[in-house]
């Protein structure tokens, strides 16, 4: 039998890249140095409680990724299309009235966006909405920064550091807005176009789902490929941690950006990879009273010395996150907060929450966040790569510059779901090619 093309990297782009192969027919085989599928997209239930690693959602409007999954089959629960912005002791609720009638009044309310910005957000609603994805990551806004984009389109300092910079913290864990506009301008459209969705099992359900697409014996999990073996100037195969040795026809490298650079040095070759990391750190409280931060929509601290940037009880979307009764809050510290002890987090994320709880009205705040326990501390240094503006230009490409290896990955399109889907499906297409 001939040797499979092997994909290093069971992610999203690493399952997505494996289906289109299979699907042309071809032998594949998947190899995962973690001990389950998913890469990024993974979740762990313990006593009945869901954990998503790190705090993530899926915006159900991704095109690419939409294509590989059965919807229905995850069960999804929805967020408010709305989040609670908490700022200088006061909370405003302001969402999408267009996607949710029920949100208009809170929204024209919302002290923390005022009249005008509230209509530049609209505009901004229906600019995204008529751009393409193709258009949105253009030269046009890829080399603009999101603060240098907001400004230009007249938003008020205030709104750009009140509401932009925690909703990005919340979204693209990137509190600084230094991002490239392209960002922005993808991720409102992806909100304005679909929903903002958990699978009731949790995120990992999405990549299981990938997963048992492919045939049986298809995807190995517990091994690390160490190494890539060349032989007459092209990559012949791989070689396992392990020492054992598997011969590919094709090698296809689907990890994370460092981890292939890792890798390809080992052929000799050195691969185009984005530098700078954004992390998170989620920290997640259980309580079997009323939860200090209820509801549906994302809570957002728009304080300038936040320590906890986004936070929710996962609960209030997906009640199968934690046994009947019991309340399970995520609470997310992205940036240099993420790196803090858990000990510090924990004490933030209390007097935090509290706050939160208190800016919303209510009394009993300090006693409800007192009552929290804290079930689970997950942290994620590399959760998205940093996407500045003018990183495009330089995005790395399918072909690594040998025969034999290829890349599929979040880093061909956007550090996101939609990226990865998109890196594997570009990467399988073009293995494929007859060459
Ligand atoms: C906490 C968090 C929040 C996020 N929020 C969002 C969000 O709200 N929306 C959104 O769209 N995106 C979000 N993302 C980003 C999104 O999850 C990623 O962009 C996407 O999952 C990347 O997929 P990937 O397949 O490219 O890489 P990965 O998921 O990193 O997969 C790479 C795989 O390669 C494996 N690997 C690495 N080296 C080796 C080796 N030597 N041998 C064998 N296997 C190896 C790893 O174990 C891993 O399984 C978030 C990510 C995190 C972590």
Redesign the pocket.
């Known amino acids: 039998m001939s040797s499979p093309i092997i994909i290093?990297?069971?992610?999203?782009?690493?399952?997505?890249c494996a289906i289109e192969i299979h699907r042309a027919g071809r032998p594949v085989m998947v190899?995962?140095?973690?001990s389950e599928?998913?890469?990024?997209?993974?979740s762990t239930t313990r006593d009945g409680l869901v954990f998503?690693?790190?705090?993530?959602?899926?915006?159900t409007a991704?095109p690419t990724l939409r294509s590989y999954l059965d919807l229905d089959a995850l069960a999804l629960r929805k967020f408010l299309p709305a989040a609670r912005i908490v700022q200088d002791g006061r909370a405003s609720l302001i969402g999408d009235a267009l996607s949710d009638p029920s949100l208009l009044i809170d929204t024209v309310m919302a002290r923390a966006v005022p009249l005008g910005d509230k209509l530049r957000l609209l505009a901004l609603r229906r600019f995204a909405q008529q751009l393409s994805i193709d258009e949105c990551f253009s030269a046009r806004f890829a080399g603009v920064s999101t603060r240098e984009f907001l400004a230009s389109r007249g938003f008020s300092a205030s709104v750009i550091d009140g509401f932009f910079a925690p909703f990005y913290g919340g979204?693209?864990?990137d509190r600084t807005l230094a991002t490239s506009a392209s960002v922005l301008l993808f991720t409102f459209k992806?909100l304005a176009e679909g929903d903002t969705v958990v699978p009731a099992a949790g995120m990992g359900a999405l990549?299981k789902q990938l997963a048992a697409k492919l045939p049986a014996g298809s995807v190995r999990t517990g091994?690390?490929?160490?190494s890539l073996t060349v032989g007459d100037g092209r990559v012949t195969g791989?070689v396992?941690?392990s020492g054992e040795l598997l011969p590919a026809a094709q090698v296809i490298m689907?990890?994370?950006a460092p981890?292939?650079a890792?890798?390809a040095a080992t052929a000799g070759v050195q691969i185009a990879t984005p530098s700078g990391a954004r992390g998170?750190t989620?920290l997640y409280f259980t309580t079997s009273g009323a939860s200090p931060i209820p509801g549906r929509a994302l809570w957002l601290n728009a304080s300038a010395s936040a320590v906890i940037s986004h936070a929710v009880t996962i609960t209030d979307v997906a009640a199968e996150y934690a046994p009947r009764g019991v309340s399970l809050i995520a609470a997310?510290a992205v940036g240099d907060a993420a790196d803090r002890s858990d000990v510090d987090l924990e004490t933030a994320a209390r007097r935090e929450l509290t706050a939160m709880a208190k800016a919303a009205g209510d009394a009993a705040a300090a006693a409800k966040t007192a009552a929290l326990s804290r079930a689970a501390v997950?942290r994620?240094p590399?959760?998205?790569?940093a996407q500045p503006p003018g990183w495009r230009e330089h995005r790395p490409t399918i072909a690594c510059g040998i025969p034999g290896l290829w890349r599929?990955?979040?880093?061909l399109h956007?550090?996101?779901?939609?990226?990865?889907a998109r890196?594997?499906q570009d990467a399988a297409r073009a293995v494929l090619q007859p060459h």
Request: no cysteine; hydrophobic share 50%; aromatic share 8%.
């Open positions: 290093v990297g069971a992610g999203v782009a690493g399952l997505v190899l995962d140095a973690e599928v998913g890469g990024r997209v993974r998503d690693h790190g705090f993530q959602v899926l915006f991704y979204i693209l864990l992806m990549t091994v690390r490929v160490q791989v396992l941690a689907a990890t994370d981890a292939a890792r890798l998170t989620t997310s997950w994620v590399y959760a998205q790569f599929a990955s979040e880093v956007s550090s996101s779901l939609e990226g990865a890196g594997g």
